[in-house]
C-alpha cells in the first residue's frame, strides 16, 4: 500500500552552514559525508552519548500495571490508603509490549559507513532492554549482524582481522574513530563474513535476500532504512520493498545525504519513498537522533 508520506528536514541552522562551508558550532552538526580524520571523528564521538541521554530523557513508550518492572510511586498510596498509607502492595508498571519488534536494515557500503557506525552504537545504546531488535546490515546482500552488533560496543573483537594492504597497514575505512568500548567501527566492518564495505551497493539484490530470509519484518513491526538509496545503476527492485513495507506498522528511511542530492544521479529514492511513512534527512549526528526519536515514537 501507499503510505502517506512526512518528511523531517535538518535543522535550518545546521543546513545554514553546511551550505555556507563554514565550521559547525556543534560536533552534532558536523557533515558525515566529508571525509573525516579520525581526530575529528573521535570529537563526534564524544557527542553520542549525550544524545543517546536527551532520547532518554523524553516520554516514551506509555506504561501499564505489571507484576514486576519499576516501582509506581503514583499508584503506591492510592493502592494502600486502606491500611493509611502503610506500602502493603507495592504496584509495578513497564512498557506495554507491542508484538512485532523493530527491524533495522543499514547499508554498511564506504559511501555511507561512518554515519552508519554512529547510528549503531546510538541505536544499540537506545534500543537496550527494549522491544526485540534484529540489525541487519547490507551491502551487496542482506546479512544478519544483531550478535556481532551487540559484541561489537561491548567491545569484543569479532571474525577474521582487518586485511592489510601493501603497505602492511590495516585497509583504511570510515569510522576508525568509532569505539564504544574499545573496538573501532572500521576494524569490526573490515572483520565482519559476508560483507564487503567496498563492493558496489546492490539494493535490489539485499531487498530481494530479506525479503527471503527468516529476518524479514514481521506484521505488526517497525522497519528502519539508513542508507543514500544509491544502486550503482542495479536494479533497485522496488516491489521487493513493497511486500517488506506491507504489514508493517510503520516504515522509517534515514537518508545520510543532503536533501538536495535525493534521487539524483544513481540514487532511486523516489521508486522507494511511496512505501515509506518518515523519511529523515541524517547527514549529521542530529539528524541520526531525530531518526532514532521518531522510532521511539512510534514504540508508543
Not at 503510505?3 to 565550521?23: M, Y
Amino acid at each position: 500500500r501507499r503510505r502517506r508520506r512526512a518528511v523531517i528536514p535538518a535543522r535550518r541552522e545546521a543546513r545554514e552552514r553546511r551550505r555556507e562551508g563554514s565550521e559547525p558550532r556543534r560536533a552534532r552538526d558536523e557533515d558525515l559525508t566529508r571525509p573525516l580524520p579520525t581526530d575529528q571523528e573521535r570529537v563526534l564521538a564524544e557527542a553520542v552519548p549525550e544524545l543517546v541521554r536527551e532520547l532518554r530523557l523524553r516520554r516514551r513508550r506509555r506504561l501499564a500495571r505489571a507484576a514486576k518492572g519499576r516501582l509506581w510511586f503514583r499508584q503506591l498510596f492510592r493502592r494502600n490508603v486502606a491500611t493509611e498509607g502503610v506500602p502493603f502492595v507495592l504496584p509495578w508498571r513497564r512498557a506495554r509490549c507491542r508484538e512485532g519488534g523493530i527491524v533495522l536494515f543499514v547499508d554498511l557500503s564506504h559511501s555511507v559507513a561512518r554515519a552508519s557506525g554512529y547510528f549503531l552504537w546510538m541505536a544499540a545504546a537506545f534500543l537496550r532492554g527494549g522491544p526485540q531488535v534484529r540489525v541487519v546490515g547490507f551491502v551487496d546482500r542482506a546479512v544478519d549482524l544483531t550478535a556481532e552488533v551487540q559484541a561489537w560496543v561491548r567491545g569484543r573483537p569479532i571474525g577474521r582481522p582487518v586485511p592489510l594492504g601493501p603497505s602492511g597497514r590495516s585497509s583504511p575505512l570510515p569510522g576508525e574513530g568509532i569505539a564504544p568500548a574499545g573496538v573501532s567501527f572500521a576494524r569490526w566492518l573490515g572483520a565482519l563474513e559476508g560483507l564487503d564495505p567496498r563492493a558496489p551497493s546492490d539494493y535490489g539484490r539485499a531487498l530481494h535476500g530479506l525479503l527471503d530470509s527468516p529476518w524479514r519484518p514481521r506484521r505488526g513491526s517497525l522497519f528502519l532504512v539508513l542508507g543514500d538509496g544509491r544502486t550503482n545503476r542495479f536494479d533497485p527492485l522496488p516491489w521487493a520493498f513493497e511486500e517488506l513495507a506491507r504489514g508493517c506498522r510503520a516504515v522509517l528511511w534515514l537518508v545520510p545525504e543532503a536533501r538536495e542530492r535525493w534521487a539524483t544521479g544513481d540514487s532511486a529514492l523516489d521508486a522507494y519513498a511511496p512505501f515509506v511513512d518518515v523519511l529523515v534527512e541524517a547527514w549529521n549526528l542530529d539528524g541520526l537522533a531525530r531518526g532514532l526519536d521518531r522510532l521511539a515514537r512510534e514504540l508508543r
